[in-house]
């Protein structure tokens, strides 16, 4: 087709939507496409009308375009139809509950695979040092990054994964104790305990203190392996930061409890001999988590040769998992996907904000505080005689103040607390907080930067460097591409029409746009087949993956 007269419309057109473009890839466009189909009608018949000088009948401008237009529509019909995607891989939209497949040798029901590595900032994955991941999401799917829940640490993240639920509702606040290599690795940083306090059950959720932070009360919320266990679905668990039980009492199948230093060969091998499982034991919802990167951007930054190095090594265990599943023949039954709960940023050289000078809570605040919550920002409990709202309005004076500090915190009561970060509606949370900025620290006169790390997490979800990574591959992605694919079918065929969504490095790689990290929980029950009824209540948006399905 002679499509070069469309060119400059197309390209106003292109350029028309490049917003709608960047807004999401995997957006359902068939009502689009039909509408591109029109608009290049309009586009020829416009074109036509500057040839009419030719000296061409109107009537014969007309059946000429009328026939050109018949062909055109024609062509994008036949192409989409060609371009329809195999039964086999729409099959994988039914594939769950019950239902069996088999890889070549045994029979295997719809499985899931989330892996977490803890402190993978969402854009490491373009330092060049990820290839096999990358590859991975060529083959799959990657988002451009996904959005942690407040506050930004490794607790409060591993249970938003598994629950869908904001830190305001599903209670874990503060960061606890997977960072107990933190004080494994710098018993200096024992000052900066990330616990928080209880005042309901008077008890404090003591990160290092593996006991009291596995203590059931503390995590609200129905975890994804619950939910699969109510629905009959085998689950396992592989160190995920959580408790081996819920409130209700229910626990993952399978349960390897936290332990440090653990290399990722021998994780390796106790994933496949879940999968190598027969038939009626194999778990079909696999979580697994990997603190080595997080401790490695701690203690040295995240721009650090050990940061590099290490992502070398989770890259090459994530290889040896996807590889493992393709000698399995199980690329189209296990849906893997890669997470993480946090980014990571520079903290070598931080301003530090001192809370005991005379302007800011001053020595008497200091005294009169009962309980301070997380790190790095700061939940403040005045005990009991103390006038909070005395203290509040000196912080609040100070933020306004000409300190040359004043805009590297914020001072926030639950009443003002930033909607987005859903961290507000719980009485753990405690009554003001001070919230530092990337590039800045708490702390005291007497602290000074003691115990700080080179590179810390915590800081507003907002913030590109605590964004979280996704990578998925599986049933799931082949469908996404599939479906995505056929869509674009009726003009692609003729128009240079590229992919939707926010960027593309190739034409094999879609990348989705950013989203939050409480839709996990959604997309994982429905790879399983969870019905709509049977899931928990949730902080996602309802109908989330639909689109992707
Ligand atoms: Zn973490």
Redesign the pocket.
Known sequence: MASNPFTPKYREYVQGHSAEEREGLLHSDQDNDNNKVESEGRIYIDNDKDESSDGWSRSKIIKVASALIAILVFGAFTRALLRSPPPRTYSNLGFHGDLVRSNGTHDFKRTVLIVSI??LRADYLDRGLTPHLLDISKEGLRAKSMMPVFPT??FP?HWALMTGLHAESHGIIANVIICPFHYVLNPAEQPFLQNFWDPKTKQEFHYNKIDSAWKSEFWLGEPMWETAGKAGIITANLMWPGPPKTTSGASSTYFVPWQDKVALSIKLDKIFEWIDMPLEERPQLIMAYEPSL?QAGHATGPMSARVNRTLGEVDLFAKQLHLGLVERNLTDIVDIIFVS??GMADTAHPTLIYIDDEDMLGMDGLAALEHEDGWPAMGLRFNSLANETYYLNKLLRAKESSRKDAEGFDVYTKETMPERWHFAHHERIAPVWIVPKLHYALTTREQGDVGMTKGN?GYDNTEPSMHAMFVAHGPFSSVVKTLQASRKGIVSGLLPWKTKGWHSTSDDTYIIDTFRNVEIYGLVMKLLGVEEGQMARTNGTVGFWDKYF
Do not use: P, Q, R
């Open positions: 803890d402190g640490l490794t993240n997080d709960d946090h997490h």
